[in-house]
C-alpha cells in the first residue's frame, strides 16, 4: 500500500485491466486508485463479495422503480451513503443528482471532495434500463459535448 491512496490494477471503462504495451499491468496510483474504488462500490451489488460484505451499493434495486419524489430521493441518499462510506472521503463533501429519470434509463451525478484533496471529484452514472447496463465513468475524463454551430456561425467562419 502506498499512503493513504494504495494501489490497484487499473481498470478500463469495461472494468478490465489495462495492460501497458510490454504487457505488464498498469497499476492505479493517488487520487485515481480512490476514484476506481467508488466507481467499483457503486456498480457492485452490496453483500456480493464474500470477503467484504460490507464493500458494494444497493443502486440496482432503483432501476425499476416508478420516478416518484420518494424514490429518487431514497436513490439519491444511497449514492451519497455508498460514496461517503470510503473513507478517504472528506465528511460532508458529498452530494448527487438525478440528470434523468425516464422508462428507458437513469442518470446521475455524484460530486465529492477526498480529504486533503482540493479539487472535487466527479462521478457520472448511466443505466440502460432496455440492455441492462450500468455505466459508472470518471466524470474528469468524459469526452467534451460537440460545439454545436448555428446556421449564422458557419457563415462568417466559413
Known amino acids: ?23 505488464e499491468l498498469v497499476l492505479t496510483s493517488d487520487v485515481d486508485t480512490g476514484v476506481q474504488d467508488i466507481r467499483l462500490r457503486l456498480m457492485t451489488y452490496l453483500g456480493s463479495l464474500f470477503y467484504d460484505l460490507d464493500f458494494g451499493s ?6 425499476y422503480e416508478e420516478s416518484t419524489t420518494l424514490t429518487r ?19 460532508g463533501s458529498v452530494s448527487a443528482k438525478i440528470i434523468a429519470w425516464d422508462a428507458k434509463s437513469i442518470s446521475a451525478t455524484i460530486d465529492w471532495k477526498f480529504i486533503s484533496e482540493d479539487q472535487p471529484m466527479n462521478l457520472v452514472l448511466q443505466y ?11 466524470g474528469r475524463r468524459r469526452a467534451p ?12 467562419w466559413g
Open 1 to 23: 500500500m502506498t499512503g493513504l491512496w494504495g494501489q490497484d490494477i487499473a481498470l478500463d471503462d469495461d472494468c478490465q485491466a489495462k495492460a501497458a504495451a510490454n504487457g
Open 73 to 91: 430521493d431514497a436513490f439519491v441518499a444511497e449514492l451519497i451513503s455508498r460514496v461517503e462510506s470510503d473513507p478517504r472521503v472528506a465528511v
Open 58 to 63: 444497493l443502486i440496482p434495486d432503483w432501476f
Open 145 to 156: 459535448n460537440p460545439i454545436k454551430i448555428t446556421e449564422s456561425e458557419k457563415k462568417v
Open 128 to 138: 440502460d434500463k432496455d440492455i441492462r447496463q450500468l455505466i459508472v465513468s470518471d
